[in-house]
């Protein structure tokens, strides 16, 4: 009978080592995203599973503190060997366990959990078996656009939507338009600008300008991420912030002005992310998330098209998980459903 215990991992090389052989993974359980965290004054653990020497697992743990409670948070983890698929359950157990013990150390009212695992009924019912419940909310993609950009350029490109596909040869021909790579944290204040526009028209909550300066500081260490500027007559009016980690480009952050939105630089910037990615040894594009494609009426619809018009394929997740650890916890549930009923999501 295999016994298995969950202790810290305080080695990068070991935590990485392990995340570049699994699967199903994003830059949200990687070392530089902890350490991103920890940048921002968040307490972390990198959690690992083992059964005597051998991992199994690795769940990297925030707490969040926010004005609507404290809670641990584990954003698309647990990450599990796919060899030891089998013991999902068992694994998980173990890892609520610790979560349990940490929560009530932390004085959290509840355990939040956004697992990159296929959106199942047998891994939903794995989480329901232990006691979670679905959260009102979720906090990162629960339902991504991901491009396996393996394949030779020329190929991607004649896999693109033909409107994309125009677009982009018609950005090229124009000599107005151009795109600039840059890891300077001064460029972000061109990105920040257009930014704050976006957040304006299309009415979400934005992340601080210290947010994305702490998130490219972290990543920028290891020549991790990338600041991309889209350029129309020398103004900045397409911009991204792009990850590049264990073998995937990851477009985290975006911005357009609407001045030229008819202007099609969005459209190059994309390109040349990608690209760029391809040029560093990555197999996969991740466009992050996108919604419903027959949801016509939700607030990211316009951009979900503009994202699966570059090829790819949608990757479901089990939705986001709560596990109650006090009667607070009905409160954060109730503002939450609130929040979402007046974002229209």
């Known amino acids: 009978m295999i016994t298995w215990e969950t202790k810290e991992i305080n080695d990068k090389n070991a935590w990485e080592s392990f995340l570049e052989d699994t699967e199903e993974k994003t830059f949200l359980q990687s070392w530089n995203w902890g350490e991103f965290q920890k940048i921002s004054g968040n307490k972390v653990w990198r959690l690992g599973i083992f059964s005597g020497e051998e991992l199994a697992a690795v769940a990297f743990t925030v707490k969040i503190t926010a004005r609507r409670g404290t809670f641990l948070f584990v954003p698309h983890g647990p990450i599990i060997n796919a060899k030891l ?173 609407s001045k030229y939105a008819k202007i099609p630089v969005s459209y190059l910037l994309q390109w040349e992310a990608i690209k760029e990615a391809k040029k560093r040894g990555s197999e996969f594009y991740n466009f992050w998330g996108i919604s419903d494609i027959n949801n016509k009426r939700h607030p990211w619809f316009g951009l979900s098209q503009f994202k699966m018009g570059f090829g790819g394929e949608a990757k479901a997740y089990v939705k986001t998980q709560d596990f109650p650890l006090s009667k607070r916890y009905w409160l954060v549930y109730l503002f939450e459903i609130l929040r979402k009923k007046k974002r229209h999501l």
Do not use: C
């Open 85 to 257: 698929k089998a013991q999902n359950a068992k694994l998980l157990r173990t890892l609520l366990s610790s979560l349990k013990e940490i929560g009530k150390k932390e004085r959290a009212s509840f355990i939040r959990i956004a697992p990159i695992w296929a959106n199942t009924e047998e891994n939903s019912k794995l989480f329901k078996e232990l006691g979670f419940r679905q959260a009102p909310i979720h906090l990162h993609p629960e339902l991504s656009w991901v491009l396996d950009i393996r394949p030779d350029e020329e190929t991607l490109f004649a896999r693109m939507r033909k409107t994309s596909r125009y677009l982009i040869r018609q950005a090229q021909k124009n000599s107005e338009i151009e795109v600039i790579k840059s890891q300077k944290e001064e460029d972000l204040a061109f990105f920040y600008k257009i930014y704050q526009e976006t957040v304006n028209r299309h009415h979400f909550v934005p992340f601080s300008r210290d947010y994305l300066k702490n998130e490219l500081a972290a990543f920028g260490a290891d020549n991790q991420a990338m600041v991309f500027l889209g350029k129309y007559q020398g103004e900045v009016v397409s911009a991204a912030l792009i990850v590049f980690w264990s073998g995937i480009g990851f477009y985290h952050h975006g911005a357009s002005a």
